[in-house]
């Protein structure tokens, strides 16, 4: 069983700044890769950026250059920075863990609104 616990999100105005964490619990945790995903009201979750194992990232072009991705291999954390931000970025942020064994893992999502 994995538990994730998400933390960091909250109320900003535009052009301001949040950091969200997500730290990973688990027996036999052993993670391909860590992610985050949002959605916003009335809308799809829609994938935001990823971190793999070899600390590779990758980023939905709505965020690039804006958004940074990191981890503590060490505490099974990961985080996004998020900088710049806009009222469209506005929505409830998971992470995800995706095992090397198989099978991914969702957190319990974290409300961020950015104001205009």
């Known amino acids: 069983q994995v538990q994730l616990v998400e933390s960091g999100g909250g109320l900003v105005q535009a052009g301001g700044s949040l950091r969200l964490s997500c730290a990973a619990s688990?027996?036999?945790?052993?993670?391909?890769?860590m992610a985050w995903h949002r959605q916003a009201p009335g809308k799809r979750r829609e994938w935001t950026a990823t971190?793999?194992?070899?600390?590779?990232?990758v980023y939905a072009d709505s965020v690039k250059g804006r958004f940074t991705i990191s981890r503590d291999s060490a505490n099974n954390t990961v985080y996004l920075q998020m900088n710049s931000l806009k009222p469209e970025d506005t929505a409830v942020y998971y992470c995800?863990?995706?095992?090397?064994?198989?099978?991914?893992?969702w957190g319990q999502g974290t409300q961020v609104t950015v104001s205009s």
């Open positions: 995800k863990v995706v095992l090397t064994r198989g099978g991914s893992y």
């Open positions: 688990g027996s036999s945790l052993d993670i391909s890769a």
């Open positions: 971190i793999t194992r070899d600390d590779g990232t």
